[in-house]
């Protein structure tokens, strides 16, 4: 285990000691104990099918900058990717896998990170979407005034700062790289190509997209009817894409630690009891676990043939890889 692989496993242990010392950890633990098994097979479902839907998404937008993958070395760079991002004990996200394994199979280096860049743009350009259709719900659960305005401007800040890389990145580049900036060109280029798949994106694409997070809420929404905890859909719709974009902050190893806190704050707006959504985060992340193992099992089975995939000859990027 790499140092910074240690670091995160530290941050996520304290953070999770401190969430378990302010909220009432038996009462989650028995929550926990009480899990009902068909609702908890359901959100493992709902995970495969975020997986499919990303691998599905590369199949049908990502030649728009240069990249074509089938649906089967998608489903594998997908279903690995998901073992590095939930599991894996080093430092290496599913997107850093994603772009190496595309180097190994002889991409170049702006032809594997690119592409993996641009589609993790576009899905946080989705979760903006998501995100913002909620948002009136989620404001309606917030009683405090300052909390309001801090929500609505997390998002319009968020959302501000998208449209501003997507509209201005090539010019803040170009003048960054005037003064030898490390990575301007870099810059420059990923926002081309998002801006590339937003003007190219097709129904299917923006399906495919979208449809990730609505699962992600849907696998929340069954991990907390297994568990018998009094939340609503529409809270869950309203709330969760929010927490679960906190708990993407790179602090901690999966998340975890990051993604409790998140959900005890966020869950609470609506009513929810710390315990119970501590205990929904818990048994959210074990499931993601059983996953990312079954992601670890392919990664270790898993041939060079297996990632195959094409490089078109595009402005984009050029060349091929098998």
Same mark, same amino acid.
């Given at each position: 285990?790499?140092?910074?692989?240690?670091?995160?496993?530290?941050? /996520? @242990?304290? !953070?999770?000691?401190?969430?378990?010392?302010? =909220?009432?950890?038996? +009462?989650? &633990?028995?929550?926990?104990? $009480?899990?009902?098994?068909?609702?908890?097979?359901?959100?493992?479902?709902?995970?495969?099918?975020?997986?499919?839907?990303?691998?599905?998404?590369?199949?049908?937008?990502?030649?728009?900058?240069?990249?074509?993958?089938?649906?089967?070395?998608?489903?594998?760079?997908?279903?690995?990717?998901?073992?590095?991002?939930?599991?894996?004990?080093?430092?290496?996200?599913?997107?850093?896998?994603?772009?190496?394994?595309?180097?190994?199979?002889?991409?170049?280096?702006?032809?594997?990170?690119?592409?993996?860049? /641009? @589609?993790? !743009?576009?899905?946080?350009?989705?979760?903006? =979407?998501?995100?913002? +259709?909620? &948002?009136?719900?989620?404001? $309606?659960?917030?009683?405090?005034?300052?909390?309001?305005?801090?929500?609505?401007?997390?998002?319009?800040?968020?959302?501000?700062?998208?449209?501003?890389?997507?509209?201005?990145?090539?010019?803040?580049?170009?003048?960054?790289?005037?003064?030898?900036?490390?990575?301007?060109?870099?810059?420059?280029?990923?926002?081309?190509?998002?801006?590339?798949?937003?003007?190219?994106?097709?129904?299917?694409?923006?399906?495919?997209?979208?449809?990730?997070?609505?699962?992600?809420?849907?696998?929340?929404?069954?991990? /907390?009817?297994? !568990?018998?905890?009094?939340?609503?859909?529409?809270?869950?719709?309203?709330?969760?894409?929010?927490?679960?974009?906190?708990?993407?902050?790179?602090?901690?190893?999966?998340?975890?630690?990051?993604?409790?806190?998140?959900?005890?704050?966020?869950?609470?707006?609506?009513?929810?009891?710390?315990?119970?959504?501590?205990?929904?985060?818990?048994?959210?992340?074990?499931?993601?676990?059983?996953?990312?193992?079954?992601?670890?099992?392919?990664?270790?089975?898993?041939?060079?043939?297996?990632?195959?995939?094409?490089?078109?000859?595009?402005?984009?990027?050029?060349?091929?890889?098998?």
């Amino acid at each position: 285990m790499s140092f910074n692989s240690f670091v995160k496993v530290g941050i /996520a @242990a304290i !953070l999770l000691y401190i969430i378990g010392s302010r =909220v009432d950890f038996d +009462a989650a &633990l028995a929550l926990m104990s $009480s899990a009902r098994p068909g609702w908890i097979l359901l959100a493992l479902l709902t995970s495969a099918a975020i997986i499919l839907a990303d691998a599905a998404y590369w199949t049908v937008s990502m030649r728009a900058v240069g990249c074509r993958m089938a649906l089967k070395p998608a489903l594998v760079f997908s279903l690995v990717g998901w073992f590095f991002a939930n599991l894996a004990p080093s430092s290496v996200g599913s997107d850093i896998f994603r772009a190496a394994q595309m180097r190994l199979a002889g991409a170049s280096p702006d032809q594997s990170i690119r592409p993996v860049a /641009a @589609a993790r !743009l576009m899905s946080f350009a989705s979760l903006l =979407v998501v995100i913002g +259709a909620g &948002l009136p719900f989620a404001i $309606s659960y917030v009683d405090a005034p300052g909390e309001k305005i801090a929500l609505a401007g997390a998002f319009g800040l968020a959302a501000f700062g998208f449209g501003a890389f997507i509209l201005f990145g090539p010019h803040v580049a170009s003048a960054a790289k005037r003064f030898g900036v490390v990575g301007a060109r870099l810059v420059a280029a990923l926002s081309g190509d998002t801006r590339t798949l937003l003007v190219r994106a097709s129904a299917a694409g923006w399906f495919c997209l979208t449809a990730q997070h609505l699962l992600r809420v849907a696998g929340v929404a069954a991990v /907390a009817w297994s !568990l018998n905890a009094p939340v609503d859909l529409v809270a869950l719709f309203a709330l969760v894409p929010a927490a679960l974009l906190v708990a993407m902050v790179p602090i901690s190893i999966g998340g975890w630690g990051v993604r409790e806190a998140s959900f005890v704050h966020f869950l609470g707006f609506a009513g929810v009891d710390p315990a119970a959504a501590l205990a929904i985060s818990i048994v959210y992340g074990l499931t993601r676990l059983v996953i990312g193992a079954v992601g670890g099992v392919v990664f270790v089975l898993a041939r060079r043939h297996h990632y195959s995939f094409e490089i078109e000859n595009t402005p984009a990027a050029g060349g091929a890889a098998e």
